[in-house]
């Protein structure tokens, strides 16, 4: 069963079909690139399809809104969908085939959905802590699509830097013979990553937004510096964020680059991350930058 399209676009919704599909290009020596998403694309999802679209043969997109990573069901619901104009977006990038399962292709039995792979402590801190039985669900569905495409390739965002880690660690763990790509941020003209949940910010809120960047990038320079501690740098970026920006914040955090535990101060020149989440409104926006 094909879906009906406007576009030329294959747009495949069933796993058997999208399979006699990819086997048929696999049959002809393609390399298969793949980028999962949860649809409502922007200009970073399809930097991840640039990057495909250079490195393999074949680009499959996947939209599935995974219910089994959403904690807040309010977020699920709101949720932004916009198929039609996702495929558009799909077609202008040049993607070769969109896979649209419903919730029923992924999840036949509803034992389905309690299967799930556990990412370990990794898992536990920063979006974990927050947002308990995320990463499970969304580890779980990426093994899943990943187990239906068989990319030789798949491409992932720093944006969602854990999200990423996780998946990297989920792909060595199963020893599955997929490369995962990590893709630069793409940000707004004021330096707010871009994010599907940018849709639901007012034109104020956005431009207010852009403060999570800048302190990100202010705290990046303080550590290259030397000048101060940690401890401070983490005081006076939460300060400024709840002070000037008026968001509540839910962690801001200087981390080591692979383990995401916690750091207090710089070993031998070791790479660093620093993660935020913060609220704006009731819209919630993560972002990160590697020092
Ligand atoms: P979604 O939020 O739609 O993101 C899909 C991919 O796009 C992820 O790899 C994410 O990191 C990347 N992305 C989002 N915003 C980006 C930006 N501004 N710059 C660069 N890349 C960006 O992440 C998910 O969906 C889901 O958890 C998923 C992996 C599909 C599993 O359900």
Not at 3 to 30: H, Q, V, W
Not at 196 to 219: D, F, M
Request: aromatic share 10%.
């Amino acid at each position: 069963m094909r879906a009906f399209s406007r576009f030329i676009l294959e747009t495949y919704l069933s796993i058997s079909d999208l399979n006699e599909y990819l086997d048929s290009k696999r049959g002809s020596g393609a390399s298969i690139g793949f980028v999962p998403t949860m649809g409502a694309l922007h200009d970073g999802h399809m930097s991840l399809l640039k990057e495909s679209k250079e490195k393999c043969g074949i680009t499959v997109c996947s939209i599935f809104v995974n219910p089994t990573q959403f904690n807040d069901p309010k977020d699920y619901q709101l949720y932004p969908k916009n198929t039609e104009k996702d495929k558009k977006i799909l077609e202008e990038t040049g993607c070769d085939c969109l896979f649209l399962p419903n919730v029923e292709e992924i999840y036949p039995y509803d034992e389905f959905k309690q299967i799930t792979f556990d990412p370990g402590s990794l898992g536990d801190v920063l979006e974990g802590a927050h947002r308990p039985g995320h990463f499970a669900g969304m580890a779980s569905v990426v093994k899943r699509l990943l187990d239906i495409v068989r990319p030789d390739n798949a491409f992932f965002g720093q944006k969602d830097y854990q999200q990423f880690l996780i998946v990297h660690k989920m792909v060595e763990f199963y020893k599955l013979p997929i490369e995962i790509v990590k893709c630069p941020t793409v940000r707004e003209n004021n330096g707010l990553a871009m994010s599907s949940r940018n849709q639901r910010l007012s034109a104020e809120e956005r431009e207010k937004a852009s403060l999570i960047y800048k302190t990100l990038t202010w705290a990046e320079h303080e550590i290259n510096a030397g000048r101060l501690n940690f401890e401070t740098i983490i005081k006076q970026a939460m300060f400024d964020l709840t002070e000037k920006g008026e968001f509540k914040v839910d962690y801001f955090d200087i981390c080591g680059s692979n383990t995401l535990e916690h750091v207090d101060f710089r070993k031998d020149n070791e790479k660093l991350a620093v993660l935020t989440a913060v609220w704006v409104r009731d819209i919630r926006l993560i972002d990160n930058l590697l020092v």
